[in-house]
């Protein structure tokens, strides 16, 4: 059976999205940015817990999470995340929904976020973006569900 829906959180000090020099999407001072894999057998079952997951996840300064100090998320979708470089010097992102599939997933991930009290900051789906932020630890790591 293949993973479910995989996040790469970040905790930040501040964290922006642009897209052709327009900032599309910011967070100032701590928070989580948060790079979004879907793939093709997501559910909306697995969206509501990664949303529960990450607004609730203890990583901030005093083992706090999102949901305890009303700390900012940066969703950022990024199909990269399921690219396969096992086989070769060229990776496949075989395992990556398409568009059509992975764009409302975010979406419902976005939305799942919000009705739980989180402030939610996004980049563009499908666009070029440059995503800057500021680790801070640094710390990093990977959820799946």
């Known amino acids: 059976m293949m993973a479910g829906m995989r996040a790469v959180v970040q905790r930040v000090d501040g964290a922006r999205v642009t897209?052709?020099?327009?900032?599309?999407?910011?967070?100032?001072?701590q928070g989580l940015c948060v790079l979004v894999g879907a793939t093709h057998e997501d559910t909306d079952e697995q969206v509501a817990r990664?949303?529960?997951?990450?607004?609730?996840?203890?990583v901030l300064d005093a083992e706090k999470s999102c949901s305890?100090?009303?700390?900012?998320?940066?969703?950022?979708?990024?199909?990269?995340?399921?690219?396969?470089?096992?086989?070769?010097?060229?990776?496949?992102?075989n395992a990556a929904a398409p568009g059509e599939v992975a764009e409302?997933?975010?979406?419902?991930?976005?939305?799942?976020?919000r009705a739980l009290g989180a402030h939610v900051e996004t980049g563009r789906f499908g666009a070029k973006m440059r995503v800057e932020l500021t680790n801070d630890g640094p710390f990093t790591v990977l959820l799946e569900v």
């Open 19 to 29: 897209v052709d020099g327009e900032t599309v999407g910011e967070i100032v001072g």
């Open 50 to 58: 990664l949303a529960k997951k990450l607004w609730t996840l203890r």
């Open 68 to 93: 305890d100090v009303g700390a900012p998320l940066l969703i950022v979708s990024q199909f990269t995340l399921y690219g396969d470089a096992r086989k070769g010097r060229r990776p496949t992102w």
């Open 104 to 113: 409302p997933l975010v979406e419902k991930l976005c939305a799942h976020l």
